[in-house]
Structures are given as structure tokens and as C-alpha cells.
């Protein structure tokens, strides 16, 4: 009976498939191997079937039916092989390329202040953000019940246990800390107010400077203002001491920085200065170390003085780059739109 070859070679497949599907082991494939290409095999026994003399084309059909079974079968093995080895220690396989992600501009800005107080020998440390309330406002001679207390509203998560609204705190845990002067730190931390909206945020940064020495006065303190905003504002700005009152340090001030667009003068070209209307701009408070807070950290005042400051990163870093942002929360979202400008 002449056989139909298109037919077996179609039926042929159909079956292998049906085997491969069942595989489990690498002996189901050796089984499947000599099934239809050992020499009893499938394939083998259709080529027996041929006539002598075979001018058709049938031969290379079987052939081409041969070639078809050794590729199922060793794709087959393939991937039993890839199930069987640890993708771990598969040293072939390319890498994945992790995202590059960068830092963000105010641990850009932390860093780059933490260098400028680092040339001048001041150490950094982080001391607590949750804080007992002697640390953070009495000790720093700031009684309870004192008005002072009201110019920052904290979060208090006790009576005595707040979130520091400043890095102040800071002080007096350095001089705890270090007991003998000299004392030259820069406290880089987390406050906290009670306040929320486009240019407030109730979680934002503060350093906070304090130096403690034999015969520390003033002219130290505008020295150490003026290298700093030299350093990371530029050469040409200059500071200057208004006089102001902070509980913890006598006399007390609030520097200033001049204006880097009218340089001081407050007029560009006949017209008042649209960024500072007056030639300076606010960096923030400092003044000499209060006898009482000296005290406080354990320091005899009569025979160390000292000075001290405290400013917002966030405010030096938006004075610097010029930044003006819509809403300064922007800062804190994980929004990569926002962040990846930087
Ligand atoms: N702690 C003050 C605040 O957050 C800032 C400050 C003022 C810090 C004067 C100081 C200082 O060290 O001497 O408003």
C-alpha cells in the first residue's frame, strides 16, 4: 500500500509535540530523542520505507522532517536546561542596568555647607530632632511660659518632648558633649513648625554653627559670617549685623548678605532692586552665646565666650541658585519631573 508521505510527516509532528509537551526530565527528552531519531526511530523507519531509486522529493521531505525534530527537541532541552540553572550564577547573562539616580539639591546644599564650616575647623554633627523641652527651649534660656516660645509653634508629642523647631538644641548637647572648649561645630538637622503653605513647610533644615573659646568676641563671629558667605555666595557679596533679640545669645543679630543683582545699593539703573527692594537679604540669626546657656552646658562663662548662629538651608540654597519655586513643598515630593532638573 503506497503510504501518504505528507501525511505520516504531518502525523509525525503532531505526536512529537504532544511528547515534548509532556516532558519533565532530561530522560523524557533522551526517551523522545530515540523514539524519533534513534535508529529504530520514527524518522529512521520512514527513510526504509523509500524505494532504491527515489526521484521524488520525498527523501528531502524526511530529511527536512529530521532537522525539524532535532531543533524542537534541543530547544526543548534548552529550556529545561535554563530551569535547572540558577540564574545567579549564570555569568553570562548581561547585567541589568540599574537606573542612575542622583542627590538631591539640598543634600546638595547640606554637603557643600558642611565643606565651607569644614575648612574652618568646625566639626559636623546631628543631634536630635525629637528633643526634650530643656534642650530645646529652657536650657536655652527660654522659660516656660516666655512669649519667645510663641515665635515657633512646635509639634510637642508630650509635655516635655517636642520636635525641635530649630537646630539650637544642638548647643547645648555640644557642650555636654565636648566639655572643654574649644568648641567649633556645625549641627545640619530636621525642624519642625507648625505653619504649611507655598513658601512654608512644617518639616525643613537649619545648620546650626556654634564655636566656644578663650576670648571669643564679635569680630570672630563676622569673620566666620563673611568667609561663609563669601564661600558659597561668591567673593563679591558682603554681610552686615542688624541688631535683633534671640533669648539664647547677647547681643543677638540678624545677618545680612548683599543683594547679588544691584550689589548693596538697592537701585539697578534708576529703578528700585525687584529681588531685595533695600540692597540686603535676611540669612538669618546668630550673636554671642548667652552667660545662662554657658552655663547651662556645664561651661563657666567668666573665663569662655563664644558665638552662635542658625539659618535654613533651605533659604541660603534658594538665595543662592536664584530658584524661584512656585511652592517650596516641590522640594519634598518624589515627583522625578520636578527633581530630575537638578
Ligand atoms: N534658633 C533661631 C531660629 O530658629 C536661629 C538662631 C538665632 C540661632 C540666633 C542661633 C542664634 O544660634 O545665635 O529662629
Same mark, same amino acid.
Given at each position: 500500500?503506497?503510504?501518504?508521505?505528507?501525511?505520516?510527516?504531518?502525523?509525525?509532528?503532531?505526536?512529537?509535540?504532544? /511528547?515534548?509537551?509532556? %516532558?519533565?526530565?532530561? /530522560?523524557?527528552?533522551?526517551?523522545?530523542?530515540? #523514539?524519533?531519531?534513534?535508529?529504530?526511530?520514527? %524518522? =529512521?523507519?520512514?527513510?526504509?520505507?523509500?524505494?532504491?531509486?527515489?526521484?521524488? =522529493?520525498?527523501?528531502?521531505?524526511?530529511?527536512?522532517?529530521?532537522?525539524?525534530?532535532?531543533?524542537?527537541? !534541543?530547544?526543548?532541552?534548552?529550556?529545561?536546561?535554563?530551569?535547572?540553572? /540558577?540564574?545567579?550564577? &549564570?555569568?553570562?547573562?548581561?547585567?541589568?542596568?540599574?537606573?542612575?539616580?542622583?542627590?538631591?539639591?539640598?543634600?546638595? +546644599?547640606?554637603?557643600?555647607?558642611?565643606?565651607?564650616?569644614?575648612?574652618?575647623?568646625?566639626?559636623?554633627?546631628?543631634?536630635?530632632?525629637?528633643?526634650?523641652?530643656?534642650?530645646?527651649?529652657?536650657?536655652?534660656?527660654?522659660?516656660?511660659?516666655?512669649? +519667645?516660645?510663641? /515665635?515657633?509653634?512646635?509639634?510637642?508629642?508630650?509635655?516635655?518632648?517636642?520636635?525641635?523647631?530649630?537646630?539650637?538644641?544642638?548647643?547645648?548637647?555640644?557642650?555636654?558633649?565636648?566639655? =572643654?572648649?574649644?568648641?567649633?561645630?556645625?549641627?545640619?538637622? #530636621?525642624?519642625?513648625?507648625?505653619?504649611? &503653605?507655598?513658601?512654608?513647610?512644617?518639616?525643613?533644615?537649619?545648620?546650626?554653627?556654634?564655636?566656644? &573659646?578663650? =576670648?571669643?568676641?564679635?569680630?570672630?563671629?563676622?569673620?566666620?559670617?563673611?568667609?561663609?558667605?563669601? +564661600?558659597?555666595?561668591?567673593?563679591?557679596?558682603?554681610?552686615?549685623?542688624?541688631?535683633?533679640?534671640?533669648?539664647? !545669645?547677647?547681643?543677638?543679630?540678624?545677618?545680612?548678605?548683599?543683594?547679588?543683582?544691584?550689589?548693596?545699593?538697592?537701585?539697578?539703573?534708576?529703578?528700585?532692586?525687584?529681588?531685595?527692594?533695600?540692597?540686603?537679604?535676611?540669612?538669618?540669626?546668630?550673636?554671642? %552665646?548667652?552667660?545662662?546657656?554657658?552655663?547651662?552646658?556645664?561651661?563657666?562663662?567668666?573665663?569662655?565666650?563664644?558665638? +552662635?548662629?542658625?539659618?535654613?538651608?533651605?533659604?541660603?540654597?534658594?538665595?543662592?541658585?536664584?530658584?524661584?519655586?512656585?511652592?517650596?513643598?516641590?522640594?519634598?515630593?518624589?515627583?522625578?519631573?520636578?527633581?530630575?532638573?537638578?
Amino acid at each position: 500500500m503506497a503510504i501518504n508521505y505528507k501525511e505520516t510527516i504531518r502525523e509525525v509532528k503532531k505526536s512529537l509535540s504532544r /511528547d515534548l509537551s509532556k %516532558v519533565k526530565t532530561a /530522560d523524557d527528552l533522551e526517551q523522545i530523542n530515540i #523514539k524519533y531519531l534513534g535508529r529504530q526511530g520514527e %524518522v =529512521n523507519l520512514l527513510f526504509k520505507t523509500l524505494p532504491i531509486k527515489d526521484d521524488s =522529493n520525498i527523501g528531502k521531505a524526511i530529511n527536512e522532517l529530521k532537522d525539524y525534530c532535532k531543533q524542537e527537541i !534541543t530547544s526543548r532541552l534548552n529550556i529545561l536546561l535554563e530551569i535547572k540553572s /540558577d540564574p545567579i550564577f &549564570d555569568v553570562t547573562v548581561p547585567g541589568i542596568q540599574p537606573p542612575k539616580g542622583s542627590l538631591h539639591l539640598i543634600t546638595h +546644599a547640606i554637603n557643600e555647607i558642611e565643606s565651607i564650616f569644614s575648612q574652618l575647623g568646625f566639626v559636623r554633627r546631628r543631634y536630635p530632632e525629637v528633643e526634650t523641652d530643656w534642650y530645646y527651649a529652657e536650657g536655652l534660656n527660654i522659660p516656660k511660659g516666655h512669649p +519667645a516660645r510663641d /515665635d515657633q509653634e512646635t509639634f510637642y508629642l508630650s509635655k516635655e518632648i517636642v520636635l525641635t523647631a530649630h537646630t539650637s538644641n544642638g548647643q547645648l548637647r555640644e557642650m555636654e558633649k565636648v566639655k =572643654n572648649p574649644p568648641i567649633k561645630m556645625v549641627n545640619i538637622g #530636621k525642624t519642625y513648625r507648625r505653619q504649611a &503653605d507655598t513658601s512654608h513647610s512644617a518639616m525643613f533644615h537649619q545648620f546650626e554653627g556654634l564655636l566656644i &573659646d578663650k =576670648n571669643i568676641n564679635i569680630t570672630h563671629l563676622i569673620g566666620v559670617m563673611d568667609y561663609f558667605a563669601k +564661600a558659597y555666595f561668591g567673593n563679591d557679596r558682603e554681610i552686615r549685623l542688624r541688631p535683633h533679640h534671640f533669648q539664647f !545669645t547677647e547681643p543677638s543679630f540678624e545677618i545680612d548678605i548683599s543683594c547679588g543683582l544691584c550689589h548693596g545699593k538697592g537701585i539697578i539703573e534708576k529703578l528700585p532692586c525687584k529681588f531685595c527692594k533695600s540692597g540686603w537679604l535676611e540669612l538669618g540669626g546668630s550673636g554671642m %552665646v548667652h552667660p545662662n546657656v554657658l552655663k547651662n552646658g556645664g561651661i563657666d562663662p567668666k573665663i569662655f565666650s563664644g558665638f +552662635a548662629f542658625g539659618w535654613g538651608v533651605e533659604r541660603v540654597l534658594m538665595m543662592k541658585s536664584g530658584l524661584n519655586l512656585p511652592d517650596l513643598r516641590l522640594l519634598y515630593t518624589d515627583d522625578l519631573r520636578f527633581l530630575k532638573q537638578f
